[in-house]
């Protein structure tokens, strides 16, 4: 056997072994990116305009499994209330236990006197809403609004209860880092509520799953495509040396 072709077998043999590796690498990514996300998120169809132009109607998110107590101001929660209906409901916390929520000094939502700039609401303004006197969100719950002002079935429609309109941490089902369907992405981060107390949430791990899903996916496209490449490549070298040993 000449030095050249026992080269070439070795070559063949290391490609094989690094071939294996990436693909089963991509497959530890490529699934397991598929399986943390499951267990982290949880999908949701929302079923009206009352959040747009954030989400839509019919729109497909994501919302991260997380316990109420840890939801911030500014935050899209799913949540469920069986005073507010039957279905999950998708909403923007506003107000946390102890916050005192008005609307509107000019033209914005307050919260504590602060006025909250918020730039994903349609034209950036809080005007559209016909008021909010000036409520106290009770300890332990949460404040709502729609991000479409005026016709969102949000707190605003319930300040007349016991509990201003407030909703209850234990009854958040998920907060929603991005609509899946269609791809429209992460959601804005909304920046205006960051100067309260308790600043705002940082997105989950929904990017790293990402990440990890692309990366599986195209080791095993590499690892896979690596041999019939490899054989092309030995099969072309082979007939360019049949000459030369003639």
Not at 187 to 208: M, N, R, Y
């Amino acid at each position: 056997m000449s030095r050249t072709r026992r080269t070439s077998e070795g070559h063949g043999r290391a490609g094989s072994v690094l071939s294996g590796i990436a693909v089963a690498l991509g497959c530890v990514l490529f699934l397991g990116g598929f399986v943390w996300g499951a267990v982290v998120y949880q999908p949701y169809t929302v079923p009206t305009d009352s959040m747009s132009p954030t989400i839509g109607a019919g729109d497909r998110v994501l919302a991260q499994r997380i316990d109420g107590s840890e939801i911030k101001r500014g935050d899209v929660v799913v949540f469920q209330d069986k005073s507010w209906g039957d279905m999950p409901l998708v909403k923007r916390v506003v107000g946390i236990g102890g916050d005192r929520v008005a609307c509107c000094t000019d033209g914005k939502l307050t919260v504590n006197g602060k006025k909250i700039e918020e730039p994903y609401l349609q034209g950036g303004q809080s005007a559209s809403i016909t008021g909010i006197k000036s409520t106290t969100v009770p300890a332990g719950r949460l404040f709502f609004l729609g991000d479409e002002r005026s016709g969102s079935l949000d707190s605003t429609v319930h300040l007349d209860d016991i509990q201003h309109g407030s909703v209850a941490r234990e009854a958040v089902k998920g907060r929603v880092d991005a609509v899946a369907w269609p791809m429209d992405g992460m959601l804005p981060t909304p920046t205006g509520f960051e100067q309260l107390p308790g600043g705002i949430s940082q997105p989950g791990p929904l990017k790293p799953m990402l990440t990890a899903v692309v990366v599986g996916a195209f080791l095993v496209l590499v690892g896979a495509a690596y041999g019939p490449i490899a054989q092309r490549a030995r099969r072309s070298r082979t007939r360019s040396a049949e000459p030369a040993r003639a």
